[in-house]
């Protein structure tokens, strides 16, 4: 007897558990896009300044340096100019070079961006002296090459 209440008990939880929402759902957008749509460039630095009261370590500082974009969504291309703003530490500004850049972008929505070859991860620092290839791929899996370099102008 209690086999037969534990088998029933069993179909009873898998119909109740089951679901009906298979049935007029709406169909959902499938994203497209493959674009760089903003770029964002920082320079990091150590600030011997100020000193971390428990490590003992000097404090890495961000700044955010000022960038003019040219996108080229057709040819897949992405052309920063980079300037040091007029609030940049004295004490650091001879110390700045492309070689030391964090470069970030936005693209598009439900887009992934990976590097190709040996260019750096986007956000770590790394030498934009040189041009860098990324693919995008969009949520269709249409997927875009694209060439971001930097012009540090000084």
């Given at each position: 007897m209690k086999?037969?209440?534990y088998i029933?008990?069993?179909?009873?939880?898998?119909?109740?558990?089951s679901s009906c929402l298979?049935?007029?759902l709406k169909e959902l957008d499938v994203f497209k896009g493959s674009?760089?749509?903003?770029?964002?460039?920082?320079y990091r630095y150590i600030d011997e300044s100020y000193t971390h009261?428990?490590?003992?370590?000097?404090?890495?500082?961000?700044?955010?340096?000022?960038?003019?974009?040219?996108?080229?969504?057709?040819n897949g291309t992405c052309d920063i100019t980079v300037t040091i703003p007029s609030n940049f530490p004295a004490s650091e500004r001879a110390n700045i070079s492309a070689g030391q850049l964090v470069v970030a972008v936005s693209i598009s929505t439900a887009a992934?961006?990976?590097p190709i070859g040996d260019s750096p991860k986007l956000g770590t620092p790394a030498d934009w002296s040189v041009p860098h290839k990324y693919m995008i791929e969009a949520a269709d899996k249409s997927r875009k090459e694209w060439t971001i370099s930097v012009n540090l102008v000084q």
């Open positions: 086999t037969i209440k029933l008990s069993i179909i009873s939880m898998a119909l109740l558990c298979e049935s007029n674009d760089i749509t903003s770029t964002f460039v920082y009261v428990l490590s003992g370590a000097n404090a890495v500082k961000q700044v955010t340096l000022t960038v003019s974009n040219a996108i080229d969504n057709e992934i961006i990976s």
